[in-house]
Every structure is written in C-alpha cells, then in structure tokens.
C-alpha cells in the first residue's frame, strides 16, 4: 500500500505493508537478543559507602520471615526480612541496591535496634 505523507510542509511517498492480525503476536518479530542483566539494573552508585551494604534492624522484635536468600538481587526497599515488635509486623527493606551476600540472622531470632540483619555486595 503507499501512502503520502507530510512533514514540516515536505511531502513524502512511501510503501506500507498490512500485516495480518495472526501475526501480530507471533514470535516471528523477536528479535532473538539478550539483554544482560546490568541494563536491567543500574550497579550501585560509586560513592556507597561498605556500611551502607549492611541491612540494620531499626527497632527490636523477633525475626518472622526472612525475605531472601544469598545471591538474590534487591533494589532499594525490596523487603529482606519481617520483625515482629510490639504485635506489629515490620517489613524490613534493602539500604541500596544490590545482591545478598549473607544473611546474618535466623528465623524466630531476636534482634536489637542497630543490629545486622544481612550483607549486600
């Protein structure tokens, strides 16, 4: 099919092709390429610092679910670990960006203000 179109007052004549609805999700148009996962997450930035890869508990409680496992990737705020204080569920997320390195505490463990819960590399 050719159609005319007009840009900025320039005419141009081009070719369409009409592509039958069946084909429109057909794996025939993938292109067949990778995409290496550090496109789909940014590294860290340069100036963090080694203790901000610690994920610290900010309040006392018991460990009732851990979230990750090592070598898991976590974004910023991806939940890590639930602590139960005072009959309140805490959900306990990553500082930065990064992939679990270690996980320091067990479940049913209790924790204290301050204390490590893992380490991101």
């Given at each position: ?7 900025e ?8 092709e009409?592509v039958p609805?069946?084909?429109a ?10 995409v290496?996962p550090?496109?789909?997450r ?8 080694p203790e901000d890869?610690?994920c610290?508990?900010?309040?006392a ?11 898991q990737?976590?974004?910023?705020d ?7 204080a005072?009959k ?25 203000s ?8």
């Open positions: 099919m050719k159609l005319r179109i007009s840009i007052g320039q005419s141009y004549d081009v070719d369409v009409v609805e069946p084909y999700g057909s794996k025939e148009f993938e292109s067949g390429l990778s290496p550090s496109v789909m940014p590294p860290p930035p340069a100036d963090t610092r890869r610690i610290r508990s900010p309040i409680g018991i460990v009732t679910a851990i979230a990750v496992s090592p070598g990737r976590v974004r910023q991806d939940p890590v670990a639930i602590i139960d005072m309140m569920q805490n959900t306990i997320g990553a500082p930065v960006d990064g992939v679990v390195e270690e996980i320091l505490v067990k479940l049913g463990q209790a924790v204290t301050g204390q490590a819960l893992c380490r991101l590399a």
